[in-house]
């Protein structure tokens, strides 16, 4: 069975820092390529950040770059994004994708929300 689950969402403070992780297991993790979306209330869903299966490849929305950091451990199977100064058109929901030449899993999302 299939399993994408997400934690380490909360609240945050403007200027705050959070690490999300995604724990996967089910599938041979270290042969996908691993996301993470966002969707925001009224918004489409967006691509965040992306790694590639061995880890040495990463793709950035311009909104986050130099602020978010997307990694992963194989071993752990185990996918993080590392986010620094946060702000609060970073609140969404966080959601974990995994894609592997068509076949795709999604996790059930963590709500991010950065707030004063």
């Known amino acids: 069975q299939v399993q994408l689950v997400e934690s380490g969402g909360g609240l945050v403070q403007p200027g705050g820092s959070l690490r999300l992780s995604c724990a996967a297991s089910?599938?041979?993790?270290?042969?996908?390529?691993m996301s993470w979306y966002r969707q925001a209330p009224g918004k489409d869903r967006e691509l965040v950040a992306r790694?590639?299966?061995?880890?040495?490849?990463?793709d950035y929305a311009d909104s986050v770059k130099g602020r978010f950091t997307i990694s992963r451990d194989n071993v752990k199977n185990t996918v993080y994004l590392q986010m620094n100064s946060l702000k609060p058109e970073d609140t969404a929901v966080y959601y974990c994708y995994a894609d592997r030449r068509g076949f795709t899993f999604w996790g059930q999302g963590t709500q991010v929300t950065v707030s004063s």
């Open positions: 089910g599938f041979t993790f270290s042969t996908y390529t």
């Open positions: 790694i590639s299966s061995g880890g040495a490849g990463t």
